[in-house]
């Protein structure tokens, strides 16, 4: 199924995302946390590609093949295009098709000063354009409710965001925060520049401190007062800092529904614990 449908047949569509098991780990270990989060009924799982695993094999592919035909819940599985040639490409697609995948998080990837870019797409639009022209996928994009390091504004980021709705992104997938306000206020601005599609809110509960100050110095996302404090209190006992995570992602969670949000996207980091606890507690309100 394709995810916009989702979208028309639930009130909050709920997915979750995993990334592969590190290099040189078997694909199987991840199989274990795919079976458990299975028991939680997400609307869809995505797969990261390229972060921590190897895209050689296309272990995404088997994954989010994996999670469609032999768990039979959607899939979406991510492909970046920044090192990537249209060769590259075009084997890739053929790799999801013959693992039968209909969708795909069309991504452009972060700049690696070490490796020098393939040059066939320069932004993610580019290659959603290509993936259009050559198969019949469902596409979806990202987007940044505190705006792309790259980009100079918000305001900026939005106009070049609409340019990726109109090249064929149908559903749009967000970056993590922690302030909600944050995410209201890119809502409205990407209203007044006509995207009219889906956005899922990225929700990421706090697993450990490093993690976060790891995410948040990849991505920028902004810490509210309420949350660093929460993060200093806890930081030395790693149980309490975990629950009261789940707690802090649960409270984001009722009040993005209250809102009327049209999708959360939970980034479960492999661990179906934390996933099943925030699962049951904003089952209800889907
Ligand atoms: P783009 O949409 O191409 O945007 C990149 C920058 O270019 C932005 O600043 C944008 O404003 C600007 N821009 C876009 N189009 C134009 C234009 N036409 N003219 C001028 N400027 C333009 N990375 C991975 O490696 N693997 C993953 O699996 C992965 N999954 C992710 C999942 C989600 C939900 C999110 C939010 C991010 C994910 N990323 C992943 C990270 C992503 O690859 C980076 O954030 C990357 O830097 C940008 O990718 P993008 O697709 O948003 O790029």
């Known amino acids: 199924m394709k995810i916009s449908e989702l979208f028309n047949k639930k ?3 709920f997915s979750f995302e995993v990334f592969p098991p590190k290099k040189n780990s078997p694909v199987e270990t991840i199989y274990n946390t795919l079976d458990s989060l299975k028991e ?14 190897s895209s050689a094999d296309n272990i995404t592919a088997k994954i989010a093949g994996y999670i469609k035909n032999d768990l039979g819940i959607e899939s979406v599985a991510h492909l970046t295009c920044l090192n990537n040639t249209k060769k590259d490409v075009l084997d ?50 990202a987007c940044y409710p505190e705006c792309h390091m790259e980009s100079a504004s918000l305001v900026d980021d939005v106009i070049n965001l609409r340019k990726k709705v109109d090249s064929g992104v149908t559903h749009l997938m967000s970056q993590l925060f922690f302030d909600n306000s944050y995410f209201y206020d890119f809502l ?42 929460m993060m200093q209190k806890y930081e030395s006992n790693p149980e309490a800092l975990r629950d009261a995570g789940i707690a802090y992602a649960i409270d984001q969670i009722v009040d993005l529904i209250s809102n ?15 996933a099943k606890k925030i699962s049951e507690g904003v089952s209800s309100l889907l």
């Not at 939680?40 to 695993?53: E, K, N, R, W």
């Not at 790891?214 to 920028?220: A, D, I, L, P, Q």
């Not at 009327?260 to 934390?274: A, F, K, Q, W």
């Open 11 to 13: 009130k909050t569509v």
């Open 40 to 53: 939680l009924s997400p609307d869809f799982i995505s797969v990261t590609y390229g972060a921590g695993g």
């Open 92 to 141: 890739i697609l053929s790799e999801f098709k013959k693992n039968n995948i209909e969708n795909i998080l069309a991504l452009r990837g972060d700049r690696n000063p070490d490796i020098e870019p393939a040059k066939d797409f320069e932004y993610a639009s580019d290659m959603v354009t290509f993936i259009h022209e050559n198969g019949d996928f469902h596409v979806s994009g």
């Open 188 to 229: 409205e601005k990407a209203k007044i520049a006509g995207i009219n599609i889906p956005i899922e809110a990225g929700i990421m509960p706090v697993v450990n401190k490093s993690q976060i100050e790891r995410m948040v110095s990849m991505c920028g996302a902004s810490l509210p007062p309420k949350f660093v404090k």
């Open 260 to 274: 009327g949000v049209d999708g959360i996207h939970l980034y479960t980091m492999n661990n179906p614990y934390i």
